[in-house]
C-alpha cells in the first residue's frame, strides 16, 4: 500500500510512525509546504524549551527509513490537488495541523500593536511567513488576551533576560528586538477564572520564577478557593494551590528584597472580556483595551463568562490575542465544518469520502500537547491499517505514489526539497548556531534555504 501524509508536524509524523511500524510493507510519503520539517515543534515550541524539540530525533529516523520519503517546498491545494494525490496513492491523510488564529471579532483589531500571539511565536521562532511582523516593543505595558500556555511562552519571551535568549535556538532578528524592548510590564487576561486556566503548572512555575521579574498576583481573586478546589482532579489542584500560594503567601526576607530589586513584573487579571481596542490620538496604534468585566455561571471547566455591565480600560501598546490556533479549508474537495474549524470525521476518516483520513489539529481542533496528538495519530494510522486489513482500501489497483505526482509537480515547475536536502540545511543552521554559541540559527528565508542545497 503507498499512503501519502500531508504535514511534517507532530501529527503527520506520528502518523506514518505508526503505519510502517505495523505493516511491513506499506510506503508512507510525507508532503510539507515549507522546504523544512516539523512543524510547530520547529515553529511553535517556545526557544527555551528545547527538551520538547528531542521528539525531532524520533521522527528523523522514520524519515530515514527506507519506506519513507519526505518531499517538501510542496503546497497541497496548490501545486497538487487532494483529488490528484488520491488518484496516486491508496490512502490520503491530513495532517497539516492549524495555521490559522481565531480572531476577537471587536473593533480596533486592526491597529498598530495588536497581533495574534501565534504569529509573534512564529515571528521569534522563524516562521518565513511572520518574518515582516515587527512588532513594537517601545511601549512598557504588554496586554496578552488568553490564559493558555501560548500566553505564558509569549509572556516569558518578552520578559526574558536576554543571557536566558542568547543560549536558544530564538532567531537574530527576534533578539536583536528584544534587546531594544523598553516592555516591563506585561498582563495575561483572561474572560474566566483562576479555575479555568488552561496553562500547566510547568509553564507557571517558570514563570513564577523567572529571574528579575516578579509576579502580581491579587489576593483577592485568591481567597477562599481552597475549597473549591477539595475534588479537583490532581493537575487542577496542584496548579490553582500554586497560584494561591503565589498570590497570598508572604515572602521570606531575602525573597521580599529579590522581588523588590526586579526590574519587569507579570500579573494575571480574571473576568475580563475585550470588547475594544482603544486608539492612539492618531488614531493608527492601539494604546488600551476596553474590557467588559464578566461573572461565572456554572462551575469547574463548563463555567460561562457573562457580560456584568461594568467596563474597564487598561493601557497598553502592545496586544498579543492568544485565543487559540485555527485550521484552514485546504482544497474544495475535502469537507470542512468551518464552524467548529475541523474536517468532520469517524476515528480519522474523513465523512464521505473513502481513502482520505485525517490526523491532528485538523481532526479534533487545535488543543493539547505533543502526547495528545500522538495518541490521536496512532488512532488515525489504526484506521488506515484496519482498512487495508478488511479490505475498505482497494489494494487491486496499482498506485504509482510519487512518481505520478512527480511528473504533475514537474509540469508545474515545483522541485521538491528531500529529506537529506533538509540535513544539509539543518547542518548550515548548526553550524552558524555554533559560532553563535547557540544550539542553531535558523534560517528564516525559504529562498535562501533552497539556494544552500542548489535548487
Known amino acids: 500500500p503507498r499512503v501519502c501524509v500531508v504535514g511534517s508536524g507532530p501529527a503527520g509524523f506520528y502518523t506514518a510512525q505508526h503505519i510502517l511500524k505495523h505493516h511491513g510493507g506499506a510506503q508512507v510519503d510525507i508532503y510539507e509546504k515549507l522546504p523544512?520539517?516539523?512543524?510547530?515543534?520547529?515553529?511553535?515550541?517556545?526557544?527555551?524549551?528545547?527538551?520538547?524539540?528531542?521528539?525531532?530525533?524520533?521522527?528523523?529516523?522514520t524519515a530515514r527509513s527506507e519506506r519513507c520519503a519526505y518531499y517538501g517546498n510542496v503546497t497541497?491545494?496548490?501545486?497538487?490537488?487532494?483529488?490528484?494525490?488520491?488518484?496516486?496513492?491508496?490512502?490520503?491523510?491530513?495532517?497539516?495541523?492549524?495555521?490559522?488564529?481565531?480572531?476577537?471579532?471587536?473593533?480596533?483589531?486592526?491597529?498598530?500593536?495588536?497581533?495574534?500571539?501565534?504569529?509573534?511565536v512564529g515571528w521569534y521562532n522563524g516562521l518565513p511567513e511572520n518574518q515582516e511582523l515587527k512588532p513594537d516593543l517601545s511601549c512598557e505595558t504588554a496586554l496578552i488576551l488568553g490564559h493558555g500556555n501560548v500566553a505564558l511562552d509569549v509572556a516569558r519571551i518578552l520578559l526574558s533576560p536576554l543571557q536566558l535568549l542568547r543560549k536558544t535556538d530564538i532567531t537574530a532578528g527576534s533578539?536583536?528586538?528584544?534587546?531594544?524592548?523598553k516592555v516591563k510590564r506585561v498582563w495575561l487576561v483572561g474572560r474566566r477564572g483562576p479555575l479555568q486556566v488552561a496553562f500547566?503548572?510547568?509553564?507557571?512555575?517558570?514563570?513564577?520564577?523567572?529571574?528579575?521579574?516578579?509576579?502580581?498576583?491579587?489576593?483577592?481573586?485568591?481567597?477562599?478557593?481552597?475549597?473549591?478546589i477539595k475534588d479537583a482532579p490532581r493537575p487542577r489542584k496542584r496548579l490553582t494551590e500554586l497560584m494561591i500560594r503565589t498570590a497570598l503567601e508572604k515572602p521570606g526576607e531575602k525573597a521580599v528584597e529579590v522581588q523588590a530589586a526586579a526590574p519587569r513584573e507579570w500579573g494575571l487579571k480574571f473576568q475580563r472580556s475585550p470588547q475594544e481596542m482603544l486608539p492612539s490620538a492618531d488614531g493608527t496604534r492601539v494604546r488600551g483595551v476596553r474590557m467588559a468585566l464578566t461573572r461565572l455561571e456554572g462551575s469547574g471547566d463548563s463555567a460561562r463568562a457573562i457580560p456584568t455591565g461594568d467596563v474597564e480600560e487598561l493601557e497598553c501598546g502592545l496586544v498579543l490575542s492568544s485565543i487559540g490556533y485555527q485550521s484552514l479549508p485546504l482544497d474544495p474537495a475535502v469537507p470542512f465544518d468551518a464552524q467548529r474549524g475541523v474536517i468532520p470525521n469517524n476515528s480519522g476518516r474523513v465523512q464521505g469520502v473513502p481513502g482520505l483520513y485525517c490526523s491532528g489539529w485538523v481532526k479534533r481542533g487545535p488543543?493539547?500537547?505533543?502526547?495528545?496528538?500522538?495518541?490521536?495519530?496512532?488512532?488515525?494510522?489504526?484506521?488506515?491499517?484496519?482498512?487495508?486489513?478488511?479490505g475498505t482500501l482497494d489494494m487491486s489497483t496499482c498506485r504509482e505514489g510519487f512518481g505520478a505526482v512527480e511528473s504533475i509537480l514537474r509540469s508545474r515547475g515545483v522541485r521538491p526539497v528531500s529529506f537529506s536536502d533538509w540535513e544539509k540545511i539543518d547542518a548550515a543552521e548548526v553550524a552558524r548556531g555554533k559560532a553563535a554559541g547557540k544550539p542553531r540559527e535558523k534560517i528564516v528565508d525559504p529562498q535562501e534555504m533552497l539556494q544552500l542545497i542548489g535548487h
Open 36 to 61: 523544512v520539517p516539523f512543524g510547530l515543534v520547529r515553529f511553535g515550541v517556545a526557544p527555551d524549551h528545547p527538551e520538547v524539540k528531542n521528539v525531532t530525533n524520533t521522527f528523523t529516523q
Open 76 to 120: 497541497v491545494g496548490r501545486d497538487v490537488t487532494v483529488a490528484e494525490l488520491q488518484q496516486a496513492y491508496h490512502a490520503v491523510v491530513l495532517s497539516y495541523g492549524a495555521e490559522g488564529n481565531r480572531v476577537l471579532g471587536i473593533p480596533g483589531e486592526k491597529l498598530c500593536g495588536v497581533h495574534s500571539a501565534r504569529a509573534f
Open 175 to 181: 533578539l536583536a528586538a528584544l534587546a531594544c524592548s
Open 200 to 228: 500547566t503548572i510547568k509553564e507557571l512555575r517558570e514563570m513564577i520564577n523567572l529571574p528579575g521579574t516578579r509576579p502580581v498576583l491579587n489576593p483577592a481573586d485568591f481567597t477562599g478557593l481552597e475549597n473549591a
Open 367 to 390: 488543543t493539547g500537547v505533543i502526547i495528545t496528538t500522538m495518541n490521536d495519530s496512532f488512532d488515525t494510522a489504526q484506521s488506515v491499517l484496519e482498512d487495508l486489513q478488511v
